[in-house]
């Protein structure tokens, strides 16, 4: 027979299991928010040196297809969507091989949300899809970044692992 205690402590634990939840996903979006906006940031100066130096070629949105406006809601799209998919990872960044996954994971999406971009519906091209391989490597290693200088912080004994 089951204490009415033990059904509390059960809704007790879901209830902050919930709340931890809310928090991962909150702490991811709001990660790849600042992401996103480092990034606009760096497409936007790169941008307009490509233009300034009149080489349109070296302009992000131009080799890309798309518009300037375009190129931004891609940004902001990748950075809510990975982010959040990050923060429900987000626990697997305890180990490093953990880490490596959640990038690899938001790389991938950020590649699949800039072929949308630029694809539209028939953004599977199969030419293009080495970009996604590629993108999952680079979020791979800024993941294994950002935990280790996360950890680095911390003091001594918190680097390793």
Sequence with gaps: MTDARDTTVGLNDQASSRRALLDNVRFGVGRGLRLAVGFAAISTVSGLLGLGLGRPTANPFVSLHITYIVGLECHLIAGLVAGAIGGVMRPL????????????????????????????????????RGIDLVFACIGAGMAAYIRHVGRSRRGPGHASS
Excluded: H
């Design 93 to 128: 960044s305890r180990w490093l091989g953990g880490a490596l996954l959640i990038g690899a994971v938001a790389g991938a999406i950020t590649a699949i949300v800039f072929s949308v971009g630029e694809y539209g519906r028939n953004f599977w091209n199969p030419d293009a």
